[in-house]
């Protein structure tokens, strides 16, 4: 049973308050609109294996675990003045503190039923994304971090104090989600992402965790134009780390902005690298943690990439024979950075050997 979880105001709500090609309008509710039209019109939730679920409703007290009360205040404030900008990546309309709380609501449900095996699998479709909110500010188009905040509720409010990993597949390192768990031996972080070779930023393979989550913490860095096949080859080191980990659960930061008509993304990915990806997830983790895995959807801004990036997802999880559509018939194959990649998952094996017995 996947459980997919969904919510007309966030295909309605938050809109962006300006025109393309302003980076933060592509954040739209658009997304999620192109989404659920889609799903419908192929008539997935027809699928007795598919069932709908709804955000849990939170209070404040949940979103305060996770970010401080000056910055929980600063968006209700800006929200209830009509909007306002908060730095150069997160607009702010009348509907964000609310939409934003519902993520995280959502965000929770979709762990929440995964880890009590009322399904098997869960598919947060939930805006605005997450993974690069500090605990005292938003940034790169995200108001909470859903994620971090459902990870700190599991543990206050439930005690479940159970290993955790978190997979980020988002074009863009979630350095809200490091830094929440950078010294956190329980959880797993590993990211793969684009990453600016020639003049480096956060999110390099030696950014390996602190104190007791030191090599908890995984990078695996990608050039920009990398293909389906360069992105695959982060699952050889993903695979040894999660089998040593042995994580209880499995939550994907489901980023689709790597998608080759992504507005904002530089990779050339087609949907059969995420249909691949899920597949070789879904079979870890039937191993290690009875199938329990939660996408919790991050980035991904192409209106007509999202839909079927997401449906490859679902058509894996259901273990099903998947078609790409006719405008993906394109051969990136001279763009491919096999030798690049190469180098890359040898250095980071180097640096893993020290902490993990499989890599050793």
Known sequence: MIGIIVDEDFASKNVPPYPHPIFASYESSLRIHSVLRFLEKIKLFDDKRIIKIYPKSI????IALA???YYIDSIKRLSSLGGGLLNEEVFITEDTFQLAKKAIGGTIIAIEEVINQRINQSIALIRPPGHHALRETGSGLCVFNNIATSILYLREELKYDKKIAIIDIDNHFGDGLAQYFYDDPTVLYFSIHEYDFMEGEIGFIDELGTGEGLGKNINFPIPSNSTNDDFLESIEILELVLREFKPDLIIIAAGFD???????GNCLLTTFSYYKFTAAILKIAEDICESK???ILEGGYSLLGLPVCVHSVIKALLKEKYEQPSFEYLDFSDNSKKSEISKIK???KNLLANYWDSIG
């Open 59 to 62: 209070d404040e007290s949940i």
């Open 67 to 69: 970010h401080t009360k």
């Open 258 to 264: 790597m998608y080759f008509a992504d507005p904002i």
């Open 293 to 295: 895995l939660a996408f």
């Open 346 to 348: 040898t250095m980071l």
